[in-house]
């Protein structure tokens, strides 16, 4: 089955997913000691096939390696790899590819957030460690999910921010944002104050006295920046600054995010250390060509 979608911003982030999972077994391999080292654990939250079709440009379609592949050929490998999807035809595709790869791969036929609760609450975080690729459709991912994911202390989340999708939904008039709108934006940001922060009153009450009308101020940056601020309130060892992934036009599509939930000083800095080296290599403006894929590469060092 061919899973098509994304862009070129699709093989940025993979291949920074795949830069970032090397560095990540490397760094645990011994970790917290030779003799007993952590049980280094992947989690993707929404699989896929283990490839995918992407559009490069108007006319040339490539089929690259989905994140369920790059984690499975990953070296040194994980000890456990999770793959979720909802989608039946998916997980039959991941299915046939696990195998191959051994009994520590578990496919999950599931809700995303659900799958994660159940898993959550089925390993022992005490010893493991882990890296959790959150690349949802859309608005599907609730803030719930995400303070339990922090609670483990002890994975760091990739995240894949909505970023268009909540602009969307936040639309310029308030007035235009109902119920259903604000629902979900409640839910995704995991507050209500975004009423307050994006919108602005106009100054200006109706003819017939009717309240004042407010219109949205915020950019997609300041968006970008106000999930950052969210986040961080809840990944105590660090959040990083958003890498924006944008569209063929320029638009910004989505703002990715690095989100290390251990609060402990040696173990945060690592994995800030390693992700911030990586994401300098990929702030780029629109347009670039997608890089070449080092996520299957034994000789990549970051140092």
Same mark, same amino acid.
């Given at each position: 089955?061919?899973? #098509?979608?994304?862009? $070129?911003?699709?093989? +940025? ?23 007993? $080292?952590? =049980? ?8 896929? @096939?283990?490839?995918?079709?992407? /559009?490069? %440009?108007?006319? @040339? ?22 793959? +979720? ?17 051994? %009994?520590?791969? *578990? ?10 609760? /159940? ?20 608005? #599907? ?6 303070? /339990? ?20 939904? &936040?639309?310029?008039?308030?007035? /235009? ?13 995991? @507050? @209500? ?8 009153? #106009?100054?200006? &009450? ?9 219109? *949205?101020?915020? #950019? ?20 990083? %600054? ?6 063929? =036009? ?34 780029? $403006? ?10 299957? %590469? $034994? ?5």
């Amino acid at each position: 089955m061919k899973h #098509t979608f994304g862009g $070129p911003w699709t093989q +940025i982030k993979l291949d920074l997913l795949g830069r970032y999972l090397c560095s990540f077994n490397r760094a645990l391999q011994k970790s917290p000691s030779p003799s007993r $080292p952590f =049980t280094r654990i992947y989690i993707d939250a929404f699989a896929g @096939t283990g490839e995918c079709e992407i /559009k490069t %440009d108007e006319e @040339t379609v490539e089929t690259i390696e989905g994140s369920a592949k790059i984690a499975l050929q990953t070296t040194p490998a994980f000890d456990q790899i999770h793959l +979720i999807d909802l989608n039946r035809a998916h997980v039959e595709e991941l299915n046939k590819l696990a195998p191959v790869y051994g %009994d520590r791969v *578990r496919v999950h036929h599931d809700d995303a957030n659900l799958a994660i609760n /159940k898993l959550l609450n089925m390993l022992d975080w005490n010893r493991c460690r882990g890296v959790l690729f959150l690349d949802p459709y859309g608005m #599907t991912v609730p803030w719930t999910t995400l303070e /339990k994911i922090a609670k483990t202390k002890a994975l760091d989340v990739w995240y894949l921010f909505p970023l268009s999708a909540v602009y969307r939904q &936040a639309a310029n008039d308030f007035d /235009k944002v109902d119920q259903s709108k604000s629902n979900s934006l409640d839910e995704v940001l995991g @507050t @209500t104050t975004w009423r307050d922060r994006f919108y602005q009153t #106009t100054g200006q &009450a109706g003819l017939l006295g009717e309240q004042e009308g407010k219109i *949205r101020v915020f #950019t997609p940056e300041d968006i970008a920046a106000f999930a950052q601020g969210q986040l961080a309130d809840v990944f105590k060892g660090w959040v990083s %600054d958003p890498l924006y992934l944008y569209s063929p =036009t320029g638009a910004k599509l989505f703002a990715l995010f690095c989100c290390i939930s251990n609060p402990a000083p040696k173990a945060a800095g690592l994995a800030k250390s390693i992700a911030s080296h990586i994401l300098g290599k990929f702030g780029a $403006p629109p347009k670039r060509k997608p890089a070449k894929s080092s996520a299957s %590469d $034994p000789n990549f060092s970051l140092f």
